[in-house]
Every structure is written in C-alpha cells, then in structure tokens.
Nanobody, 120 residues
C-alpha cells in the first residue's frame, strides 16, 4: 500500500557531500517512522538514521555529526544529508517506512536502494 522511490546516490570524493531523497506514495497515513539503512559488501545491513512522526531522530554512532535526517512538511518525503563523506560510507542505501504503535511494527516498507560510492 506504500511505495518508496529513492534518488540522489552517486560517486563522490572523500570529504564531499550527497543528499538522498525518498518519496512515499500510496497509503501515506499508515507511516509513523521513516529511516535510512545501508549495506556494504560483506557486511550486515545497518541502521543509519531514523525519524519519527514527532520529529525525534536516531543515528548510528559512525555517522553522528556528519549526517542529518529530515522530512518535508507533508511528511511524505524523507531526506538524508551526508557531509564529510568517508570511503567507509560506501554502501547501498535503502529507504524504510514503518507504521509502529505500542512497540509493534504493523507495516514495513522498503525502497529499491541507491548506490553511494566515496572514492578519490
């Protein structure tokens, strides 16, 4: 019932910046939380950042101070501003949307993923 379309990935030099976008469509009212995950070759998928419907945020320790997650005023698009990028940030980044109530995930949606490569 919810579709997620991502954009903004690409190749960037160390120290550079990228801005990822994820647009949600469909049953938007079912979404409470949105976030970004990433997975590099040989690694497990990890949470990068998430934001709740109330605006609370959570970041992985490895990206704190460098990445910023935000939503637009309609709360149907989520962004990830990535600054001071490092080669170890290279991964496939995926958008996630969830409907969570009382600690239970009632719905869980994923985007197709977008490649981020940090290299000189």
């Amino acid at each position: 019932q919810v579709q997620l379309v991502e954009s903004g990935g690409g190749l960037v030099q160390p120290g550079g910046s990228l801005r990822l976008s994820c647009a949600a469509s469909g049953n938007i009212v079912s979404i409470t939380d949105m976030g970004w995950y990433r997975q590099a070759p040989g690694n497990e998928r990890e949470l990068v950042a998430r934001i709740t419907s109330g605006g609370s945020t959570n970041y992985a320790d490895s990206v704190k101070g460098r990445f910023t997650i935000s939503r637009n005023n309609a709360k149907n698009t989520v962004f990830l501003q990535m600054d001071s990028l490092k080669p170890e940030d290279s991964a496939v980044y995926s958008c996630n949307a969830r409907f969570v109530r009382y600690g239970t995930i009632l719905s869980d949606y994923w985007g197709q993923g977008t490649q981020v490569t940090v290299s000189s």
